[in-house]
């Protein structure tokens, strides 16, 4: 797992020979996962402050997010909510690719933080007779493996007999590094309601801590430098601050530029 937090700047020092327009651009997801403010209005977000040892965006506050993988690319399972081509064309990519970011992102939410984007694939029926236990939520274990390298998403939600909630996402922005870092990455942006039942840890070591803050109070801490961030994630939580709550956000029509910013 390749934590990104946004897509300006936070590269790591050059090297003699470095060749800034060489570098590879890759493919990269990260998530805003809201809830409604416990008290007056407004939305939270769940923000990592990553440690310093990071290659990327090292020291900064973030969303939870990463690179793309193959993997993310081989799943074929169907999920709740719009089709990968909807996806693609909100972004402007193609459907291979937002069919990955959508999986991509989700798996590294699990990873990250234990929420997981799911549902049973089938509506449980009333129970008449006696029947078998159904299959539990996936553990620990199962989610260090996933962090690890082990499996895919689809194959872990088929094995819980579950389908990826891809409704409660939403399309919000898109970067890419400009040239200068030895990383750059062409980021799509995603918000997500909190499930229902769910509560986000801080279970990643590419974080020194976690927690739910007011999306007004992160962008103003940002602005003043109170909180280090790109801007690509000032941004989010600067759009996040004005929305009265989850509902709002999630109703929001967004128009994302043309291969992003």
Do not use: C, K
Request: no cysteine.
């Amino acid at each position: 797992m390749t934590g990104v937090a946004g897509a300006n700047g936070g590269g790591g020092d050059t090297h003699a020979g470095y060749a800034p327009d060489s570098v590879p651009i890759r493919e990269a997801a990260t998530v805003a996962l809201i809830r409604d403010a416990r008290v007056g209005g407004g939305v939270e977000v769940f923000l990592q402050h990553r440690v310093s040892t990071m290659q990327f965006a090292a020291g900064m506050s973030v969303f939870p997010g990463g690179g793309v993988e193959p993997r993310d690319y081989h799943g074929t399972r169907s999920w709740r909510g719009p089709a990968p081509r909807w996806w693609a064309e909100r972004f402007g990519i193609d459907e291979g690719r937002a069919a990955a970011a959508v999986r991509g992102v989700a798996r590294e939410l699990f990873e990250e933080t234990g929420v997981l984007l799911a549902e049973p694939a089938e509506p449980t029926p009333r129970p008449t007779t006696p029947a078998a236990v159904p299959p539990a939520s996936p553990g620990v274990a199962e989610r260090r493996a996933l962090d690890a390298g082990h499996g895919d998403l689809d194959s872990l939600l088929a094995a819980h007999d579950l389908v990826l909630s891809a409704h409660l996402l939403r399309p919000w922005d898109r970067w890419t590094t400009p040239i200068g870092p030895q990383r750059r990455y062409d980021t799509l942006f995603f918000v997500a309601a909190l499930p229902e039942g769910t509560e986000p840890d801080g279970g990643t070591s590419e974080a020194r801590a976690a927690e739910w803050i007011r999306a007004d109070d992160a962008a103003q801490a940002g602005i003043l430098g109170h909180l280090g961030m790109l801007r690509p994630t000032l941004d989010v939580l600067s759009d996040l601050a004005g929305a009265a709550d989850v509902a709002e956000v999630l109703a929001t029509e967004r128009a994302i530029a043309p291969g992003g910013n």
